[in-house]
T-cell receptor, first 114, second 112 residues
Framework: QQQVKQSPQSLIVQKGGIPIINCAYENTAFDYFPWYQQFPGKGPALLIAIRPDVSEKKEGRFTISFNKSAKQFSLHIMDSQPGDSATYFCAASIGTSNTGKLIFGQGTTLQVKP | KAGVTQTPRYLIKTRGQQVTLSCSPISGHRSVSWYQQTPGQGLQFLFEYFSETQRNKGNFPGRFSGRQFSNSRSEMNVSTLELGDSALYLC???????????FGQGTRLTVV
């Protein structure tokens, strides 16, 4: 119930492609879904986040799609660049609760080839 | 605006020793959460502190403990270190806990 399942584990795309990373959850109490980007040797950096009252959110080249009925959400990276090569994590939390506990997916290693 | 600062960045300890890691959150942030990151288990929640009180705890043994000071800085302590404690320890700060969380660069702990 507390898990967030992320796929694929790794992904290789050509520059300009649109990698898509998917996450699924079971706990319907989750109501805050952030995505983090992590480069080797660095901490995760918050990319974009969504709450279930919207089905899509865009920030720059990053878009989250959210399907509440399917309990799934995904990250799309438009016009991907070699500099986007990193590990991406989805996460979930009960945002309306008084806790900062984030449940993370297992991560997706993205490689964008020039 | 300064980000989340973790010290030290790297640490090598021997089995059986104890270790203390430090985290200074973003100014004004009152919630500090700690996570352990390993290749096998990914990112796992250790605990969260808010206004000097532990508000939530993950599924880790009692050897892992923490505290938060009145200036919101936090420390975590691991006693009787085991080889399996080798990991990247990350702290994240947020205004209230249920808002955007920002991570530090982490402390890489190696237990030999």
């Amino acid at each position: 119930q507390q898990q967030v399942k992320q796929s694929p584990q790794s992904l290789i795309v050509q520059k300009g492609g649109i990698p898509i990373i998917n996450c699924a959850y079971e706990n319907t109490a989750f109501d805050y879904f952030p995505w983090y980007q992590q480069f080797p040797g660095k901490g995760p950096a918050l990319l974009i986040a969504i709450r279930p009252d919207v089905s899509e959110k865009k920030e720059g080249r990053f878009t989250i799609s959210f399907n509440k009925s399917a309990k799934q959400f995904s990250l799309h990276i438009m016009d991907s660049q070699p500099g986007d090569s990193a590990t991406y994590f989805c996460a979930a939390s009960i945002g309306t609760s008084n806790t900062g506990k984030l449940i993370f997916g297992q991560g997706t290693t993205l490689q964008v080839k020039p | 605006k300064a980000g989340v600062t973790q010290t030290p960045r790297y640490l090598i300890k021997t089995r059986g020793q104890q270790v203390t890691l430090s985290c200074s959150p973003i100014s004004g942030h009152r919630s500090v959460s700690w996570y352990q990151q390993t290749p096998g288990q990914g990112l796992q929640f250790l605990f969260e502190y808010f206004s000097e009180t532990q508000r939530n705890k993950g599924n880790f043994p009692g050897r892992f403990s923490g505290r938060q000071f009145s200036n919101s800085r936090s420390e975590m302590n691991v006693s009787t270190l085991e080889l399996g404690d080798s990991a990247l320890y990350l702290c994240a700060s947020s205004l209230h806990g249920n808002t955007e969380a920002f991570f530090g660069q982490g402390t890489r702990l190696t237990v030999v």
